[in-house]
């Protein structure tokens, strides 16, 4: 698409022409995926059979280059993840900016064009961090144990412990990779994960916790290493995403073997147009205009 110079109340802007299609094929999808896989690991998950009837992807080429959007809907709430160019992400946010709550996962890059569509709150910058088979050092200094769906009450009970709800079910525990360390009849430690794909190969190692009582004494770094191992037998890339101001929780990681590989932030996003009304028009118009691109035509200025 070209860039093409107009005029607006006398000033000269730049307009911004993109092509946005909605993608089903899971081909297509990962190979634009693959090539940042650190990033990706999370939407990559999604493509797992259990999980893609649950999503909806949006592909925009244009003036600045490619840019992709997820939107996911899962047992914990729905997501949007966003990659590639900001401008055509903006591009297909502008006609397709999901659902009116959503959490959201992009780049600094991307901030500006998702406080377009969005009211961020809970802004939180974050690491990245991978770790691959030759570089993993596990530790097994406590016992964990395997934990499963028939835990639910326990690990709810412990995410809980700090005075916040737990939403768990046994679904989650079961469609992951979840150790524990259990003290005196109790269980006082957990990791997991938000997604695993065989099928891609990849984990999110995460929702680890530790009992306020039970902290300092290395059960977070056991558990991750637990999980990391069991994972590492079959996903040939395992990602975990951390607060760079958890100076302990990076020093762990990094013992494990985990390096940083990317930046991002995740926020909790309320649509600025919660009616959708704006962005319905907006759509009817690009997939008009869009009719000889077999897609909807997007123009943006600058």
Known sequence: MAEREVRWQGVSRHRLDYVVQPVSDIATIRSILAPRVEYTAYALGQLEPALFPRTCWFYARGTTGTGLVLHSRGGLGDATFVLGDPDAVSAILSIHPGPAQTYATCQPQHLDVLRKYYRLANQQPMIRMGVTRAAFVP??????????????????????SEGGPSYYIPEHIDSGVYRGIV?????????GTHVVSRQEGVAVVGNVFTHPAARGQGFATATTSAVTEALLEYCDHVVLTVDPNNTPAVAAYAR??????????????????????????RRIRAAIRGRKYDGSFVSLHD
């Not at 590989?261 to 028009?281: F, H, K, N, T, Y």
Request: hydrophobic share 45%; charged share 20%.
């Open 183 to 191: 003290a005196d009849g109790r269980l006082v430690a957990v990791a």
């Open 139 to 160: 530790v097994h200094t406590h016992h964990t144990a395997v934990l499963s769906g028939i835990d639910i009450r326990k690990v709810n009970a412990l995410y809980g």
């Open 256 to 281: 494990l073997g985990f390096r940083e590989v990317c930046q991002l932030v995740e926020a909790s996003a309320a649509r600025r147009d919660p009616s959708g009304m704006g962005s319905s028009i």
